[in-house]
RNA sequence: CGCGGGGUAGAGCAGUUGGUAGCUCGUCGGGCUCAUAACCCGGAGGUCGUGUGGUUCAAGUCCCACCCCCGCAA
């Protein structure tokens, strides 16, 4: 089927290279563009593209979509169908509806939960224990498409959205690939969504900083949803401290909460609802990741340590 | 040339006004103990990022160049 596929960051990486495994003709790549970013605002290629150019794919990076350009540029591609794989923009009806069997994308959570930029981080920043993959034949709204499959997996109590991400993302091409081959044999069953949506909006750096007041479940989810990227933070001693990873476990016994307990291999916190959160991966402004406790072998933390 | 922090024993950190390096953990050996990841004693382990660079009687510590790592911001 010859497929013109819109992608962007990593996520999308394994649906385009299973896409390619299984014979599919992918006619040309449509990415976001390439931005300044990191010290000295190096141009960055998106993953997508790289991994394009690495298949001698066509890219295609235009910064809209609706002046009628892009629009020309896929009919003479003349696809069958289109994937939208975390691609950044929203596509216009008459890019939606061109091909034969129209677009269809691959949302990462269980659709009509979680709509929008992150969903992945979202579930685990509301503590869900479990999401997954749909895919759905794209329309004008928000993730609003009739959904075709979808694919559910557990979260583990101490995962974190780097790690689910991972999971997802191989998912992802798995529930693509299916979804291409019901498309083709004709044996899928679009249905409409139902039941309660919500929205997972792009992440901001508002959400980073770590509210020990708040219970220790919580400040977990947040450690974990965020990691590693933009990534929780909290500070000690005047400097910015990253958290990558928690665990649960203990009682604060009357600490306040941003209080440092005993702390000889991870920095146990103490927080609002009288529970421990045991940070045990970290990373200083300026300085690597380590684990806390190598972290602890060089920076004195005694008991009673207010953590904010 | 966007702003900034840093490269010292396996890991994390100190290192004062320049005088050839210390701490915590780990590791090895011994001891204590019913026992232990606990405790005590002892040992090994470092060309202090690179430059057969500059200053100096003397540089981890000052100056210069380069390499590498990282935070912020985008």
């Known amino acids: 089927m010859r497929i013109v596929f819109m992608g962007t960051p990593d996520f999308a990486v394994p649906c385009l290279l299973r896409l390619l495994s299984d014979g599919e003709e992918v006619v040309g790549v449509f990415t976001q563009p390439d931005k300044p970013k990191g010290r000295g605002y190096a141009l960055t290629p998106p993953p997508v593209k790289t991994a394009a150019l690495e298949h001698e794919?066509?890219?295609?990076?235009?910064?809209?979509?609706?002046?009628?350009?892009?629009?020309k540029t896929i009919r003479a591609l003349a696809p069958d169908l289109i994937v939208v794989v975390a691609y950044g923009k929203i596509l216009p009806a008459e890019i939606l509806f061109l091909p034969q069997y129209h677009s269809v994308n691959i949302h990462a959570s269980l659709l009509p939960k979680y709509r929008g930029a992150a969903p992945i981080q979202w579930c685990i920043l509301q503590g869900e224990k479990k999401t997954g993959v749909t895919s759905m034949l794209m329309d004008e709204g928000l993730d609003t498409g009739d959904m075709l499959l979808h694919r559910e997996t557990e979260i583990a109590e101490n995962m974190t959205a780097g790690e689910l991400h991972d999971v997802l993302s191989e998912l992802g091409a798995q529930v693509l690939s299916e979804t291409v081959a019901g498309i083709r044999t004709g044996t899928l069953h679009p249905i409409p969504q139902t039941g309660e949506s919500c929205y997972a909006p792009m992440l901001t750096k508002g959400l980073c900083p770590l509210d020990f007041s708040k219970p220790a479940q919580?400040?977990?989810?947040?450690?974990?949803?965020?990691?590693?990227?933009?990534?929780?933070?909290?500070?000690?001693?005047?400097?910015?401290?990253?958290?990558?990873?928690?665990?649960?476990?203990?009682?604060?016994?009357?600490?306040?909460?941003?209080?440092?307990?005993?702390?000889?291999?991870?920095?146990?916190?103490?927080?609002?609802?009288?529970?421990?959160?045991?940070?045990?991966?970290?990373?200083?402004?300026?300085?690597?990741r380590m684990s806390a406790s190598a972290y602890l072998a060089g920076h004195k933390l005694p008991e009673g340590t207010i953590l904010t």
């Not at 295609?60 to 009628?68: A, C, E, V």
């Not at 500070?235 to 005993?262: D, E, H, M, V, W």
């Open 218 to 288: 919580e400040v977990h989810n947040q450690i974990r949803g965020l990691s590693p990227y933009p990534a929780a933070t909290f500070r000690l001693s005047g400097k910015r401290i990253k958290a990558f990873r928690s665990t649960l476990g203990g009682s604060a016994k009357g600490l306040k909460p941003g209080t440092a307990a005993f702390c000889e291999s991870d920095i146990v916190v103490a927080c609002g609802d009288g529970n421990l959160v045991h940070i045990t991966e970290l990373q200083p402004e300026g300085k690597k």
């Open 57 to 71: 794919i066509p890219v295609f990076q235009p910064n809209t979509l609706r002046d009628g350009e892009a629009e």
